[in-house]
């Protein structure tokens, strides 16, 4: 079983400053992990995954995420935010195992906000 | 390329009822996840399709089921409709069922009264 933590529900910043949304996760098993963004009335897009190797992972519109196996924490960063980014975001596992890869556990998702 | 579609957008039913919501792959992929989205809250995993079987299971009573046909669209039935699914359903497709990207469609809005 594996259970996903996004330590912040709403994060509000303004526009142009750096932003982090906290992610930690449980499992007894390797794990891939994903970063989704939610627009209203939207489905989820993938911004970016880590399935091996490097643990730094640039994904699409600026935004990158660090794998820390220690810490069990996948958080998403971004040097620069803009009103465009404002939406819900949301940190999901999977397991490796071939059974059960493809089937996600999502968090309950970070609402960002940006302010001009 | 044709993204994940699924339909109807928005449907509302009784509760006791049954619903059929719909879901187009996106070319070429062979899997197909469901996932059950209530309000303010997160996906949750309610089964997977491969190659027409299914491939795994959430947590969900056995009145959640579902179909994939060979050109790998598919199917969710809900039976005996309660207040509780209410929610965002969520369909997404891969090439394969090991750590491939998953593609999701918009989504079906359902509320039961």
């Known amino acids: 079983a594996q259970s996903v933590t996004q330590l912040d529900s709403q994060v509000p910043v303004f526009e142009e400053a750096p932003v982090e949304l906290r992610c930690n996760y449980s499992s007894s098993v390797s794990v891939y992990l994903f970063w989704y963004v939610q627009y209203p009335n939207q489905g989820l897009q993938l911004l970016l995954k880590?399935?091996?190797?490097?643990?730094l992972v640039k994904g699409i519109n600026g935004f990158e995420a660090e794998f820390n196996k220690s810490q069990t924490s996948f958080h998403l960063r971004k040097p620069s935010v803009h009103i465009s980014d404002t939406a819900e975001y949301f940190c999901a596992v999977s397991e490796t195992f071939n059974t059960n890869a493809g089937k996600s556990t999502f968090g309950d998702g970070t609402t960002l906000t940006v302010k001009p | 390329e044709t993204g994940v579609t699924q339909s109807p957008t928005h449907l509302i039913k009784t509760r006791g009822q049954q619903v059929t919501l719909r879901c187009s792959s996106q070319s070429g992929h062979n899997t197909v996840s469901w996932y059950q989205q209530a309000l303010g809250q997160g996906p949750q995993f309610i089964f997977q399709y491969y190659r027409e079987e299914e491939n795994g299971r959430g947590n969900f009573p056995p009145r959640f089921s579902g179909l994939q046909f060979p050109n790998y669209s598919s199917e969710l039935n809900v039976n005996a409709l309660e207040l509780d699914d209410s929610a965002l359903y969520l369909c997404?497709?891969?090439?394969?069922?090991?750590?491939?990207?998953?593609?999701f469609g918009p989504g079906t809005r359902l509320t039961v009264t």
């Open positions: 997404a497709s891969s090439l394969g069922t090991g750590g491939y990207e998953q593609y």
């Open positions: 880590y399935l091996s190797g490097s643990t």
